[in-house]
């Protein structure tokens, strides 16, 4: 069974691009779908999107991806930035984009299988 | 978007009890919904897929039905180890998630 770990800043400023890395141990992130998940303090799960990757095991690279309506002009996943990562990025950020956000390896069919354990990302001045 | 409506928000019973939560689609999903149990400071771990298939490892007593815009959890026997929040998602067209039903000990 794979592993899942968050990393990145812990704090950004608002306006700018919150970037966030999962990286996977326990098996290879090609021809599989990886997830980014959202949630505020106190309140519910919100879906970001997904990356399917394509590739081989010694070269993934990113495939299709599908993000949320609500966030799709801000969002970017994609794979790397090295072997068994992939990444997230959501520009023009603010206070409403601080939450845990979690990384987690989605079924093809879109319920998420695992989940990292989430890193809480603040958006402050 | 697809709205899902999770009832009640709050739960108390007690150990032994028999539970139900309810998770509603704002439009019909066939059977794409699954069940997850979060704790305080975790991420949420998967249940219960394709509304009623049971995740490998989880406890029998847990089980889902459903089709179309009404979904069930139930739990038949509550164990100590139950009391948490559980959210309903469904992965029909984008994913959305319901509110999230807190299980608390009555």
């Known amino acids: 069974q794979v592993q899942l770990q968050e990393s990145g800043p812990r704090l950004v400023k608002p306006s700018e691009t919150l970037s966030l890395t999962c990286s996977v141990s326990?098996?290879?992130?090609?021809?599989?779908?990886w997830s980014w998940i959202r949630q505020p303090a106190g309140k519910g799960l919100e879906w970001i999107g997904r990356i399917y990757t394509s590739g081989t095991d010694y070269n993934p690279s990113s495939g299709s991806t599908n993000y949320n309506p609500s966030l799709k002009s801000r969002v970017t996943m994609s794979v790397g930035p090295s072997k068994n990562q992939f990444s997230l990025k959501l520009n023009s950020v603010t206070a409403a984009d601080t939450a845990v956000y979690y990384c987690?390896?989605?079924?093809?069919?879109?319920?998420?299988?695992?989940w990292g354990q989430g890193t809480l990302v603040t958006v402050s001045s | 978007d697809i709205q899902m409506t999770q009832s009640p928000s709050t739960l108390s019973a007690s150990v032994g009890d028999r539970v139900t939560i309810t998770c509603r689609a704002s439009q019909s999903i066939s059977g794409w919904l699954a069940w997850y149990q979060q704790k305080p400071g975790k991420a949420p771990k998967l249940l219960i897929y394709?509304?009623?298939s049971l995740e490998s490892g989880v406890p029998s007593r847990f089980s889902g039905s459903g089709s179309g815009t009404e979904f069930t959890l139930t739990i038949s026997s509550l164990q100590p180890d139950d009391f948490a929040t559980y959210y309903c998602?469904?992965?029909?067209?984008?994913?959305?998630f319901g509110q999230g039903t807190k299980l608390e000990i009555k």
């Open positions: 326990g098996g290879s992130i090609s021809s599989d779908y």
């Open positions: 394709k509304a009623s």
């Open positions: 987690a390896r989605e079924a093809p069919e879109g319920f998420g299988e695992q």
């Open positions: 998602q469904q992965y029909h067209g984008f994913s959305t």
